[in-house]
């Protein structure tokens, strides 16, 4: 089994690059559009909605844009990436204004980020 792909609400495209695209270095794809009617029926949201993927060899964030929107609905609700390096990343992430929150658990610090609309990423090491 794999995640196929996690679906994400971003209030703007250049967020969505920001993170996706120029933080984990993902390949971004040509917007397309949900149309209002689809976008009611699915997610009971009343407009057109763009869509771009952001893949990587084994990842695959279909991003959802509409204006205003905040993403992390709640504290439990996350993504875990592991990354190879993980001081390299939170580095990576603290020079390009990312949210870096690092919680001691027992002998172990678990780390989370925040993209720029606010979703909540747990950040693993190999």
Known sequence: MRLQHAGIACSHENNADKFYK???GLKKSEPKT???DLAKAIFNFDAELQI????G???HFEIFIADGAKGGSGE???L???V???AVF???CRRRSVDVTQIPKGDKILTFIRDFDGNLFEIKGK
Do not use: G, Q, T
């Open 22 to 24: 120029d933080l984990l």
């Open 52 to 55: 771009i993927n952001y893949m």
């Open 34 to 36: 949900l149309p209002s």
């Open 76 to 78: 439990i609700n996350h």
């Open 57 to 59: 060899k084994n990842i």
């Open 80 to 82: 875990c990436l592991e």
């Open 90 to 92: 939170v580095e990576k």
């Open 84 to 86: 190879s390096n993980l």
